[in-house]
């Protein structure tokens, strides 16, 4: 996205080849990056960026209005934004019931707003959620610094002190193998797992608490695109003559000429282009400025394992906030199913025991267990989605597509199975629930026929999914992400070729990183950068 939005707007602003002689090389095999639209079960599915996140003022939701992409006769991910309401329910085929569900739901909601700097909202119960976010922040910040507070640290804080003031209410009482407290837990556990897919931080005390009120949220409506993210990559192409993206060119090295270097690409005695491309076919290339916008974690790769990417080597303070910030994993695992009762499967939220308790299931893996929901990706779809972050994602990639099959089988099994009862708050026992869609769809008869995943961790052009603001690092780091090469110093006499290395892509926003509008956002910051740099240059 951030680098096809540089070359589509580098391109149009001029026009022609008087000012650049542009070239995009892609080192893989298709356009699009993370950005991935798929077919599988006869619908369109995505591989990696799913959402428009608000409409309001979105560049991308403006992109998909033009060209006509949000509306398709053919069925798509989330067509109908999931708008089924979740059924809940415990590890046992326990129904949770929402008088039990709802103040956990209420209570993480209000605290990852207090969070984010949002307004928390007034409940109908007896609970200031405001006096419990500030009481939360005051625990977790007593013994440290508010900058290494995490977000993890500071929900679990919240959760406590929300059981501090329900004491107060109520007596806990007990349900079967489980206690009115482990049930909470779970329900809070799983929206954490859920918190984890949104921000790709494996596990929430690795992410920074102060940064997460600087991260902003488009308004209005997050939908899907019904004709594919990647209409918006080809929209975005299409403007481009042909031969000037060039697929499969994978860059190695990268040399540069930083301040007080002597240049290294002299012909005749004369410098040449200050950048040289070396490709893994052997082959090279001159540039005058090339925008980086690989992934944060091949930046980090590159770094750690010494490969050389950059020769020389980039300086000490664009390396140390690519290995401060946060790079995480996140994967999507879809799965067709076939119902030999033709019921419809439920939007399904999965609540988990602790992995230490007595009462779990031994056959459901360690790896499920950190994944929250099952979920028609539309009404009455036949394909579920399931999503996973941090080591089960990574874990996910390396099981072969049998072994999923039955632990996916095996949970479906396990939650849908009969007989089928609800948990009521009120109730001291565990009773009998209603006939409902739940009960009905008879978990095992639901046979999972095929399975479809993402493997963003281990694909070598990415090593991962989106970038997180971690303990450690703060939004600085983001910024400084952004900075071009090299950096100008008023005390060298001698001043290098400059704005040689540009960087662009989700890892470079302050407030809009890890999403497709962000990127597209650096990709145009970076292609005016080059547009006033030369403005300047001719007056």
């Known amino acids: 996205m951030a680098g096809l939005t540089a070359a589509n707007k580098l391109y149009t602003a001029t026009g022609s080849k008087e000012l650049f002689e542009l070239c995009v090389v892609e080192g893989g095999t298709r356009?699009?990056?993370?950005?991935?639209?798929?077919?599988?079960?006869?619908?369109?599915?995505?591989?990696?960026?799913?959402?428009?996140?608000?409409?309001?003022?979105?560049?991308?939701?403006?992109?998909?209005?033009?060209?006509?992409?949000?509306?398709?006769?053919?069925?798509?991910?989330c067509m109908d934004a999931c708008s089924d309401e979740p059924t809940t329910v415990a590890?046992?085929?326990?129904?949770?019931?929402?008088?039990?569900?709802?103040?956990?739901?209420?209570l993480f909601k209000n605290l990852m707003d207090s969070a984010q700097g949002k307004q928390v909202e007034d409940s109908e119960e007896k609970i200031d959620y405001s006096r419990l976010a500030a009481k939360a922040l005051k625990i977790s910040t007593s013994n440290g610094s508010q900058q290494k507070l995490s977000v993890g640290s500071f929900l679990r804080q919240g959760l406590d002190?929300?059981?501090?003031?329900?004491?107060?209410?109520?007596?806990?009482?007990?349900?079967?193998?489980?206690?009115?407290?482990?049930?909470?837990?779970?329900?809070?556990?799983?929206?954490?797992?859920?918190?984890?897919?949104?921000?790709?931080?494996?596990?929430l005390s690795t992410l920074d608490y102060s940064a997460e009120s600087e991260y902003r949220m488009f308004p209005g409506e997050e939908i899907t695109i019904a004709k594919g993210y990647s209409s918006i990559i080809e929209s975005l192409a299409s403007v481009l003559p042909p031969g000037l993206v060039q697929l499969g060119r994978k860059?190695?090295?990268?040399?540069?000429?930083?301040?007080?270097?002597?240049?290294s690409n002299v012909v005749n005695g004369h410098a040449t282009r200050p950048v040289k491309l070396h490709f893994s076919d052997g082959s090279n290339m001159l540039a005058d400025h090339v925008i980086v916008t690989v992934s944060l974690g091949v930046l980090k790769a590159g770094i750690r394992e010494d490969s050389g990417m950059f020769n020389p080597p980039l300086p000490s303070f664009k390396s140390e906030a690519i290995l401060r910030l946060g790079y995480g994993v996140v994967n999507k695992l879809f799965m067709q199913v076939k119902d030999n009762d033709s019921n419809k499967f439920p939007s399904l939220q999965m609540v988990f025991h602790r992995p230490d308790s007595e009462f779990r299931h031994k056959k459901i893996p360690w790896w499920m267990r950190r994944t929250a929901t099952l979920c028609p990706i539309y009404s009455n779809s036949t394909v579920?989605?399931?999503?996973?972050?941090?080591?089960?994602?990574?874990?996910?990639?390396?099981?072969?597509?049998?072994?999923?099959?039955?632990?996916?089988?095996?949970?479906?099994?396990?939650?849908?199975?009969?007989?089928?009862?609800?948990?009521?708050?009120?109730?001291?026992?565990?009773?009998?629930?209603?006939?409902?869609?739940?009960?009905?769809?008879?978990?095992?008869?639901?046979?999972?026929?095929?399975?479809l995943k993402s493997q963003w961790g281990t694909d070598p052009l990415f090593l991962g999914s989106y970038s997180y603001v971690a303990v450690g690092s703060s939004g600085d780091d983001l910024d400084t992400m952004a900075e071009p090469l090299p950096k100008l110093t008023s005390s060298v006499p001698v001043a290098s070729p400059p704005l040689q290395i540009l960087f662009a892509g989700e890892a470079t926003h302050r407030t809009h990183y890890s999403t497709t509008h962000g990127a597209y956002f650096s990709g145009l910051r970076e292609a005016n950068r080059l547009l006033h740099h030369y403005q300047r240059v001719g007056a």
């Open 31 to 77: 356009i699009g990056g993370r950005i991935n639209t798929y077919e599988f079960g006869g619908d369109l599915i995505e591989m990696g960026a799913t959402w428009i996140h608000g409409i309001g003022g979105s560049p991308v939701h403006q992109i998909a209005q033009e060209i006509h992409a949000l509306e398709s006769e053919q069925p798509w991910e």
């Open 91 to 106: 590890e046992g085929g326990y129904e949770l019931n929402p008088s039990i569900v709802e103040p956990v739901t209420t």
């Open 161 to 203: 002190a929300y059981w501090v003031s329900k004491r107060e209410q109520e007596e806990f009482k007990e349900y079967g193998n489980w206690s009115r407290m482990l049930l909470e837990e779970a329900v809070f556990a799983m929206h954490e797992n859920t918190q984890r897919t949104y921000t790709s931080a494996g596990d």
């Open 251 to 263: 860059v190695t090295r990268i040399e540069w000429q930083p301040e007080g270097h002597e240049p």
């Open 384 to 451: 579920l989605l399931s999503w996973f972050a941090g080591k089960e994602a990574l874990e996910l990639e390396l099981l072969e597509d049998d072994q999923i099959i039955t632990a996916v089988s095996t949970t479906i099994s396990i939650f849908l199975r009969q007989p089928h009862k609800q948990v009521n708050s009120n109730s001291h026992e565990l009773c009998n629930g209603n006939v409902n869609s739940v009960e009905k769809s008879h978990g095992s008869k639901v046979k999972v026929t095929k399975i």
